[in-house]
């Protein structure tokens, strides 16, 4: 079974800095794609990001581009989130999202994947 631990998450300032950590214990990044979703109290669960180590490829929703960075320590088994410039709009609570399948199309969708962690909250005050 597929484990994921999410951690980093936490209190920020408005325009500072945090670093999700997705660990995934055993888990082949070669054959698993893995994702970033967050949700905002009151509002749908959106993704954030994935990551693609088969295909090498990243994708990022609209609003993380340029602020938010991706990358995966195979060594680790950990998938990160660099996330600057934090807004008190990034503030929800972060998911880490795992698949063995990876469509470029809809990365985006929860549907399109099997694996979830308990997710982190980061909180953004301004």
């Known amino acids: 079974e597929v484990q994921l631990v999410e951690s980093g998450g936490g209190l920020v300032q408005a325009g500072g800095s945090l670093r999700l950590s997705c660990a995934a214990p055993?888990?082949?990044?070669?054959?698993?794609?893995i994702a970033w979703f967050r949700q905002a109290p009151g509002k749908e669960r959106e993704g954030v990001s994935c990551?693609?180590?088969?295909?090498?490829?990243?994708e990022y929703a609209d609003f993380a581009k340029g602020r938010f960075t991706i990358s995966s320590d195979k060594a680790k088994n950990t998938v990160y989130l660099q996330m600057n410039s934090l807004e008190p709009e990034d503030t929800a609570v972060y998911y880490c999202?795992?698949?063995?399948?990876?469509?470029?199309?809809?990365?985006?969708?929860?549907?399109?994947?099997?694996?979830w962690g308990q997710g982190t909250q980061v909180t953004v005050s301004s």
């Open positions: 990551i693609s180590s088969s295909e090498n490829t990243t």
């Open positions: 999202a795992a698949d063995d399948l990876f469509d470029g199309n809809f990365w985006w969708r929860q549907a399109a994947y099997d694996f």
């Open positions: 055993g888990l082949d990044f070669d054959d698993y794609v």
